[in-house]
């Protein structure tokens, strides 16, 4: 087993997960900001809502990252105890 390993599987399925709803609210606040006469670069408070925005998307991504890191320790600690197992079994038959 590798040390410092992750999943990239976990990673993508959390990813695909927590899409959905990352594009809802992103085109809800934008739709909001519509409403509210602020476009694409039209001040400060429309920079500061893409802002927060992208910090919620990347706090998300974060997530992601690190359910993949989670889910490529608990996978070296199987194959750890695997190991320990097999050695355990040979020391038994000697």
Do not use: F
């Not at 608990?74 to 079994?89: D, F, I, K, S």
């Amino acid at each position: 087993p590798k040390v410092g390993g992750y999943n990239q599987q976990a990673i993508d399925t959390m990813r695909a997960l927590q899409a959905p709803q990352l594009e809802q609210q992103r085109a809800a606040q934008e739709a909001k900001l519509a409403a509210m006469g602020l476009n694409t670069g039209s001040g400060r408070a429309w920079e500061n809502a893409q802002r927060a925005i992208g910090t919620n998307e990347n706090q998300a991504d974060m997530q992601a990252i690190l359910a993949g890191i989670n889910q490529g320790n608990t996978e070296y600690g199987q194959a750890m105890q695997g190991r320990q197992q097999g050695v355990n079994e040979m020391l038994g038959q000697k």
